[in-house]
């Protein structure tokens, strides 16, 4: 039989139950400070290595070491996944992320040496390129698993969080830079993303629930 129109409603992202819909807006919203974590520092960091001693050349392997991290651990958080659990692997990746965020922001307090703060921005971004890969890979399962009849809307919606914090993150972090200085904008970064995973493991559905889906 066909679907009642309350059925469909039901069933579709605008018009899904308040706990799905929660869960649902968590999820985008860790994708989102995740993000703008990640993109923020491109607006000021290129900028701001002459005054951390460090040559203009260096500002290339810290932006591409963070997609080499993010390529291996793509290829790495399936198995992961499998082994130890999606929400496990998702606490170690926002754990990166907002390790990796500190670390950068507090280096230039750490060390002196522009040879050793290269190293730890390298190490700093490696670190985010592993979370940021990880965050994203397990958030994408999780909702395809838990809304498996509308994954094209849901996915199209996680996509789009994403974006749209890559188009704001610079020019919030630009902001944020100008107005308190170098290490806030990063301390944020490592601060919020947590903030929210709390809330994402308290939404999360428990074991043996039923996902998401269209009536038959």
Known sequence: ARDSPAQRLSASPLGMRRREKVYLALNLLLLTFCSIGIAQFAAFFPLYVGELGIRQEMVAPIFSVFMAASLVMSMA????????????????AVGCISAGSILFGLTPDLVAAPDYRVALFVVARLIN???????DTMVFAMLRDRFPDDQAKVLGLAVASGAFAFTIGPPVGGLLFVAMGFRVPFLLAGILPPAVLALVLLAAPKRGSTPTAKSA
């Not at 082994?83 to 496990?88: F, I, S």
């Not at 390129?129 to 965050?135: E, F, I």
């Open 77 to 92: 958080s399936g198995p992961l996944a499998n082994r130890y659990g999606r929400l496990q692997v998702l606490t170690f």
């Open 129 to 135: 390129g592993l979370g940021r890969a990880g965050v």
